[in-house]
């Protein structure tokens, strides 16, 4: 059984933090590490004891982890930035936590001895002879062990202890991968064996001068090598245990929210019978009014869960070439349940989250195209906007003219007139986007269309069908993206409090226009009227572009199987980076890079010396078996990642690219990741340095084609709407919400008579559609308990496979089922 792993956290706020800066504050922001590796910087809130960032991450981690660690800094200009203070949270106890960790928790202070990392490579066993017992420990090798010099190296050594006995292994300079090949012995007296006696091995980072570092011990237990008398494997370092300090909050509190969800995902086999019902659920359904298994699923889905469902069940259906029945389907149940149109798709129904969800997945490309030159204007720009009376700050407004003082009237003229520009340039933008919309999201609107206008075809319903779309096309899609650009990836950084209240304006003002201008003036922000006229007059447009965007034949569209959201030749990420010059002579490492535009498909990563630039240099992505970061010493340069490749004859090659900053450098890998997710040739290990002067820098081995030193990290990912389609893991997710559900569903249709299961709501719409609605009503009964029987005879098939497999994990885990 494979294991699936995805972690998910938020920086949410900071209080209390102490100040570090001579002017009484600080400038914090927060590193946050995965097992000692860096996954994500947040943006600096200067001179602020009390930040917010809201930033927020998902981590794909198939291998699992043992910590989560948040560290706050200050940052400084001019020297180092200073650590203010850490959080480790580990595995465990995120886990224990069913709904997730959402608590304010104290920073403690970082000691040494506790940042530790990496593992160790062991040999144990226990010589027996007439008069005396050897301990042998055979030290083979070390890596990724924590940097304690100057030059982001160590000088380790291992040294083994039992009671007051010890031995050293020899020490090797300058690097976090050490080979020592050595053996130690200890000669024992048998009252040392006791079971609860310990071996101790530690690894130090030698100094000439001071003391040595600690950089890690592996404690294990007599009773191990009583048992099992020649122990071998790696071991991971752990610290030494001293009891973390939160310095009774003086070093102040962060505000996170964590959580942990970890699945055994089956062979496809054992899902495939959930599909089907799935799928059988939109392509024949006998009555649109009829229960299905997607009908019972939205029955037992939580408020809480139903974006992670609709996703998911997105996910599934676009990996089945049906994601239009899908949607036409839930779109047709919720458009003939509504019979106010003032209320369609205004709750958060399983067909409006589906709708919502579905474009962020295949669309997002489309609004980056769109929304990302005005936005980038905005955040260039730095204006001062406000037209609430209440907020206008004079202060704030003197750029505007240098003539002097401004009054209010002025600030309101003035940003009448920025918001009117950038909003035209937003409309301008979507209304001639006609062509660059996925032709799925086209067909999935006509659709819609068509529902509505079956369903109000009265004159006075004629801007029904319009709202439909524009509801989900401008409120739930470019609206929230120009209020939080950062959370549609179309900016790294949140915007500043300046800025953030540009893009609210803006906001509300594109709503109002995805309203049609029906609701101005009935709402308490009369001071928006100066923008009512450009809404007004935006309408007609807006009506005209979403004619055009339905006008589509469906049956140009391709709906086929596939495995990744977008097509081949879709560029999935592009942007400036340094590439390392590899040919001719050795270079300083600051002039060894040279700025290149990147572009990446699911079929290519590519590159050339500007966007416009005709010659293209590329790598093809089936030949791509690692993408892994740089260790900073191979080249003295920061966020520096490598892309091996493998050609016809089996030989690598290796690309060194540069990135900005570690965010960049997080995002590059991910998408590459995902790009080659289903590559074959992926190698076990790699270097983390880079082959100079005749020998790695990260091992020193001299040949240039030696094993590895380190584990590749190929399927860890960043979790976000490019991760590939998994049905398996997908169907996993539904499995486990319907057996969460599973007694309710019980209850009501299979142990409670016949007569009672159908809901009042049924019971109307099924009365007001048939004359005979007692007779339907008593074959919705019957069809739904049907329904229900299936649905959880397969959900108990999959849960009694799901018992077999780990059953069978736990007698190889004992040694009852021998694995070759």
């Known amino acids: 059984m494979a294991k699936n792993t995805s972690l998910y956290f938020r920086i949410v706020e900071g209080r209390s933090l102490p100040a570090k800066d001579v002017s009484g504050t600080s400038d914090p922001y927060c590193i946050v590490k995965v097992d000692n590796e860096v996954v994500a910087r947040t943006a600096t809130v200067w ?124 020490i090797i300079k300058k690097t976090r991968f050490p080979h020592w090949g050595e053996t130690l012995e200890l000669e024992l007296q048998r009252e040392e064996l006791s079971e609860e006696a310990t071996v101790t091995l530690e690894v130090w980072d030698w100094d000439m001068v001071g003391k040595n570092d600690f950089l890690g011990k592996v404690e294990i237990p007599f009773a191990c090598l009583h048992k099992t008398p020649l122990l071998e494997g790696w071991f991971r370092l752990l610290p030494l245990g001293n009891n973390e300090d939160d310095a009774g909050g003086k070093l102040g509190a962060l505000r996170l929210k964590v959580r942990l969800v970890e699945d055994r995902i089956l062979p496809s086999m054992y899902y495939q019978p959930l599909i089907d019902l799935l799928v059988e659920s939109v392509i024949s359904p006998a009555e649109v009014e009829d229960s299905s298994t997607l009908t019972m699923l939205e029955e037992v889905t939580t408020v809480e869960s139903r974006q992670d469902v609709s996703m998911t069940l997105v996910k599934i259906y676009l990996g089945q070439g049906l994601v239009v029945p899908f949607l036409d389907y839930l779109n047709t149940r919720e458009v003939n349940h509504t019979t ?9 129904s399983l067909a409006s989250k589906a709708m919502e969800q579905f474009m962020k997945a295949v669309g997002m490309l489309y609004l980056h195209e769109v929304l990302k030159p005005t936005i980038n204007r905005i955040f260039d720009d730095k204006k001062y906007i406000e037209l609430d009376p209440c907020k206008i700050d004079l202060n704030r407004s003197r750029r505007i003219s240098f003539k002097g003082a401004v009054s209010e009237a002025e600030v309101r003229d003035s940003s009448v007139e920025i918001l009117q520009c950038y909003l035209s340039s937003v409309i301008e933008s979507i209304v001639d986007s006609v062509d660059q919309c996925p032709p799925v999201m086209r067909v999935a609107f006509k659709q819609l269309h068509k529902r509505v206008e079956e369903q109000f075809s009265e004159p006075e ?142 079929e290519t990563l590519s590159y050339a010396k500007t966007p416009d630039w005709q010659v293209r240099s590329s790598i093809p992505i089936h030949c791509v078996c690692a993408v892994e970061r740089v260790d900073e010493n191979a080249f003295q340069q920061q966020n520096v990642m490598q892309v091996i490749t493998q050609d016809n004859d089996g030989q690598l090659h290796t690309m060194y690219i540069q990135c900005k900053n570690v965010n960049e450098l997080n995002q590059w890998l991910s998408a590459i990741r995902k790009a080659s997710i289903y590559n074959e040739r992926m190698l076990p290990s790699f270097h983390p340095g880079a082959h100079r002067s005749g020998k790695w820098t990260c091992c020193l081995q001299a040949e240039r084609i030696a094993l590895g030193c380190s584990k590749t990290h190929s399927a860890v990912t960043l979790g976000d709407w490019s991760d590939p389609l998994d049905p398996d893991v997908e169907t996993q997710t539904i499995y486990k919400q319907i057996l969460h559900g599973r007694d309710k569903l019980r209850l009501k249709y299979l142990e ?21 609605g007692a007779e339907c009503s008593m074959q919705l009964q019957k069809s739904s308990r049907a329904v229900v029987e299936r649905l959880l005879g397969v959900i108990m098939d999959l849960e009694q496979a799901h018992i077999t497999f780990q059953c069978r994990e736990k007698e190889e885990a004992t040694g009852l089922i021998l694995t070759p």
């Open 47 to 170: 001179k602020n004891l009390n930040p917010f960032w809201g930033e927020e991450y998902t981590l794909h981690l198939p291998m699992g982890f043992h910590s989560l660690s948040f560290y706050v800094m200050d940052e400084d200009t001019i020297s180092h930035d200073d650590v203010i203070g850490k959080i480790t949270l580990s595995k465990d106890v995120i886990g224990s936590q069913a709904k997730g960790l959402d608590n304010w928790v104290n920073l403690t202070r970082v000691d040494p001895d506790e940042e530790v990392q990496g593992e160790i490579h062991l040999g144990l066993e226990l010589l027996k002879e007439a008069e005396k017992i050897r301990l042998r420990c055979e030290v083979f090798e070390a890596r990724d062990l924590a940097p304690r010099d100057i030059s982001g190296t160590s000088d380790p050594f291992a040294r083994v202890i039992v009671n007051n006995r010890s031995a050293d292994t020899s």
């Open 461 to 602: 319903y004629e801007d029904v069908k319009y709202l439909a779309i524009s509801g989900f096309f401008f409120l739930r899609f470019f609206a929230p993206a120009i209020l939080t650009p950062k959370l549609f990836h179309l900016r790294d950084q949140h915007a500043d409090t300046r800025t953030s209240r540009t893009l609210l304006l803006l906001a509300k003002a594109l709503q109002s226009v995805g309203n049609l201008g029906l609701q101005l003036g009935h709402g308490k922000e009369q001071w928006m009227v100066p923008l009512h006229p450009i809404i007004l007059r935006s309408v007609a447009s807006v009506k005209d572009f979403l004619d055009k965007l339905i006008d589509i034949d469906h049956d140009n569209v391709s709906e086929v199987p596939q495995r990744a959201i977008f097509q081949p030749s879709v560029t999935v990420k592009e942007g400036y980076l340094h590439k390392h010059k590899a040919e001719g002579p050795q270079l300083l490492s600051r002039f060894a890079f040279k700025k290149r535009y990147f572009w990446l498909t699911s």
């Open 340 to 348: 106010d149109p003032n209320t369609l798709f205004r709750s958060n």
């Open 752 to 772: 409670m008579p016949a007569s009672e299961t159908s809901t009042k709501e049924e019971k109307r719409i099924k009365s007001a559609v048939h004359p005979d």
